[in-house]
């Protein structure tokens, strides 16, 4: 993020793999974006000029200014998945998920509930209008070469029939 040829670098990324900008979401922390606002702000807005989506990673686990979200120039909320693991069976964790997205959209921002690894976890977060879920349940981690095979391969169809909401 404070690499001066940050745009310079994703520019030529995108240009070298032939990768549309809107189809890069770059994730950053918040502690990261947090260090010298205005820059961050400065290279965030210009990344977005270009099309890449910016996401802020593990929302609610660090330092978390109200501040920074009206700010800073991001797309998405990723919701920590400490708020995750229990989210199914202690309320407080489902009203402070609940909460994050709530205040993810009233900002016009998509959420995405981190962590998740069952059925019970993805159902509650669709019930609470999360946008989007990740985690173990869904697909495990596969580099760059195995995931054309899984995606052609329709291994992530099953996830389609749990209902409406968009997984990644």
Known sequence: M??????????SALGDNGLPASCLTLEMTESVMLKDLDRTVERLSALRK????IAVDNFGSGYCSFD???RLPIDVLKIDEAFTREIETDTQSAVLVDLMNQ?????GLKSVVEGVETAGQL???R?????QAQGYFLARPVSAGEIMPVLQGGA???????GPSTVS
């Open 2 to 11: 404070h690499d001066p040829r940050l745009l310079e670098t994703v520019r």
């Open 50 to 53: 270009l099309g890449v989506k």
């Open 68 to 70: 920074y979200l009206r």
């Open 103 to 107: 205040l993810a959209h009233a900002f």
């Open 123 to 125: 159902s509650t977060a």
């Open 127 to 131: 019930l609470l209008s999360c946008d």
């Open 156 to 162: 992530l169809s099953e996830i389609g029939r749990l």
